[in-house]
């Protein structure tokens, strides 16, 4: 049975992702500032599907050096966040819209270090890609295995530390990257509710967070 779910893994996933339906609505024109749109782009093989991911480069004022998803925030000339998507990922690793196959909006969720509100789609890529990064926002650009993220053994924890305590995180270490955050934490979800992963993760609580937030700022 094992072998025959890996067979099947990528159209397994796209068949559960009907149950995330695309919206063509926008964001009303003030929140442009924080409104953004992300793209989890799937390609390969249908026994090995791949994630496109890319690490953010190191001057960027905001998550510099992390992994992410192409994407960025939403501007009010877009005809909607999928657009946001699309435009984004066109401009940072160089895939046109006319290459993916959006599939599927996931829930809007929030990183937890910023007040931005940011909506996962997913796509399916129609060819084979060439990436082209854009070196003013990217460092790299690679490729993760669906089955990296399906094996809880891959997984393991880091601090963030500061002067009033730490914080424990979960991350996927892979080839010199380290996963973590919203990126992994809307991966996880996503596969949890597509492939019934069981995948559960320990993140601090929100009231932690804001605990020691404000003992940093007294």
């Not at 559960?16 to 695309?22: A, G, H, I, R, Y």
């Not at 946001?84 to 909006?105: K, W």
């Not at 399906?150 to 963030?160: G, H, Q, R, S």
């Amino acid at each position: 049975m094992r072998a025959e779910y890996n067979a099947q893994m990528l159209k397994t996933i796209t068949n559960q992702l009907k149950k995330f339906p695309l919206d063509p609505a926008k964001p009303s024109p003030q929140d442009s500032g924080d409104t953004a749109a992300v793209l989890l782009l799937l390609h390969g093989s249908n026994e090995n599907p791949q994630i496109v991911l890319t690490q953010r480069a190191m001057h960027l004022n905001n998550h510099a050096g992390e992994v992410a998803f192409p994407g960025g925030m939403w501007d009010t000339t877009d005809g909607s966040l999928l657009h946001t998507a699309l435009r984004e990922t066109h401009e940072e690793i160089g895939v046109p819209a006319g290459l993916v196959e959006p599939i599927a909006m996931l829930p809007v969720s929030s990183p937890k270090r910023r007040n931005l509100q940011v909506t996962p789609f997913v796509g399916l890529a129609l060819g084979p890609l060439e990436f082209c990064s854009e070196p003013s926002e990217i460092a790299s650009i690679f490729d993760a295995p669906v089955s990296l993220f399906t094996d809880i053994n891959n997984y393991d924890y880091f601090e963030i530390k500061n002067e009033v305590g730490a914080l424990s995180f979960p991350c996927l270490p892979y080839n010199g990257y380290k996963i973590w955050g919203f990126t992994l934490n809307v991966i996880v979800d996503m596969l949890n509710a597509t492939l019934d992963s069981g995948i559960d993760l320990k993140y601090p609580s929100d009231e932690l967070i804001e605990e020691l937030r404000a003992r940093g700022q007294q």
